[in-house]
């Protein structure tokens, strides 16, 4: 007698082992979220689900050691578990459990929904309290860990029955949904992670800050002029050679505020920076510095 299994027996393992896993585990708060996944969920995906109405936590946390340990980072398991507890005025306990499996299910990826608040009691109840309390220090108790995620629960009085203790069916479409939203989110964070910049370097050189600034209030010095030696200041036309030479009809050549009179007077100082501060200089001034050039010339040339 062969022991190998059916032919559609092993082309089943064989999908299961491809698809990407979701295992469901919980309370009575769980019934019927399995088969709605699995209508909302793409066909890769493997439900499983595993309810045990009235379990604490720590009924759940033990119930699939063994699947729990073939999940990968690939995997999502859920558990919904922790609204016996509080019943009983175990929520200490409760906590402690679902600590210890996140603790110990790190090669995993871990959903944990809080508790829903009870509509069969007042508001301001010891037990709604309560569940207040253990949402919050859930809540913080899982904040450290990078594999585990809270999902919250429906709150809304419509999306309960009658009694107002459990989900009703569109309540447990809209969880469905949720979990098939938050599951499909989380594996793709897992799969693309965020590309890393490198900060641009803070060393920005001159030559870029200056450019900058002169986009923003553009002026004509004597480095744009040479760069475009048509250009005009206040109707004067200038004969810019290379070097960033300026050159004026007067004979004298300018360059980083030296002319090319050998000696020159104070005066004679002055008046050259005062054409390169204000080019537009009148023809007296003009004719009052050739003159003044061309005498001490002369002088030299004919010493007394």
């Not at 295992?23 to 769980?30: E, N, R, V």
């Not at 904040?143 to 429906?154: G, R, Y």
């Not at 475009?228 to 290379?242: C, F, G, I, Q, R």
Request: charged share 20%; net charge positive.
């Amino acid at each position: 007698m062969s022991t190998s299994p059916p032919a559609k027996r092993q082309k089943e393992d064989a999908a299961f082992k491809n698809d990407q896993k979701i295992l469901i585990i919980g309370d009575s708060h769980t019934r019927l979220w399995t088969q709605n996944v699995k209508s909302h969920i793409k066909e890769n995906f493997h439900v499983q689900g595993l309810v045990k109405p009235g379990a604490g936590v720590d009924v759940l946390v033990t119930t699939a050691n063994s699947e729990i340990t073939r999940l990968t980072k690939n995997d999502v398991v859920i558990i919904c578990g922790g609204a016996n507890d509080v019943a009983k005025n175990n929520a200490k306990m409760a906590l402690n459990h679902i600590g210890n499996f996140v603790k110990s299910n790190n090669h995993t990826n871990i959903i944990v929904t809080n508790l829903p608040h009870r509509f069969d009691l007042i508001q301001h109840s010891c037990v709604n309290s309560e569940i207040s309390s253990f949402n919050r220090k859930l809540m913080k108790s899982l904040k450290p860990f990078n594999h585990v995620s809270i999902l919250e629960m429906c709150s809304e009085r419509k999306f309960f029955t009658n009694h107002g203790i459990h989900l009703n069916g569109l309540g447990k479409e809209v969880m469905a949904k949720k979990i098939v939203s938050h599951t499909c989110l989380l594996l793709n964070q897992k799969k693309n992670p965020p590309i890393v910049l490198s900060w641009r370097s803070e060393n920005i050189s001159i030559d870029t800050q200056l450019g900058r600034a002169s986009n923003i209030m553009p002026t004509i010095t004597m480095e744009t002029s040479a760069k475009t030696p048509n250009a005009s200041v206040d109707n004067k036309d200038y004969v810019l050679p290379e070097n960033n030479i300026q050159t004026e009809a007067i004979g004298i050549t300018v360059q980083d505020g030296i002319s090319n009179v050998v000696k020159e007077s104070k005066e004679d100082t002055v008046a050259v920076h005062q054409v390169q501060l204000n080019p537009a200089r009148s023809q007296k001034t003009t004719n009052e510095i050739e003159e003044s050039t061309t005498h001490q010339l002369e002088q030299k040339k004919n010493p007394v």
